[in-house]
């Protein structure tokens, strides 16, 4: 009886597996995504410090980044709202 179980559930195991390793990779892409952004804004702090840009542009390039920021945060977000859900 369990072999027969076993042959039956094997495609929907095989699916799940990739449905966790699709889940994971997008997870780790939006972690990558959030990193760079972060890099970015660090960078345009430094520009701004040393006076390579001026506040006009500072604020126009940090708010366009603080926005992707906060959407990939959401993403994440809403990723680990699924995951609590699952279990």
Do not use: C, W
């Amino acid at each position: 009886m369990f072999l027969l179980d076993d042959i039956l559930f094997s495609p929907v195991k095989g699916l799940m597996a990739i449905g966790r390793h699709i889940q994971e990779t997008a997870r780790q892409d939006i972690e990558a995504q959030e990193k760079a952004i972060v890099a970015e804004l660090t960078e345009l702090y430094r520009l701004v410090e040393s006076g390579q840009i001026g506040d006009e542009e500072f604020n126009t390039r940090e708010s366009g980044l603080l926005d992707r920021l906060e959407g990939v945060q959401e993403a994440l977000g809403s990723g680990a709202a699924e995951e609590n859900e699952d279990e």
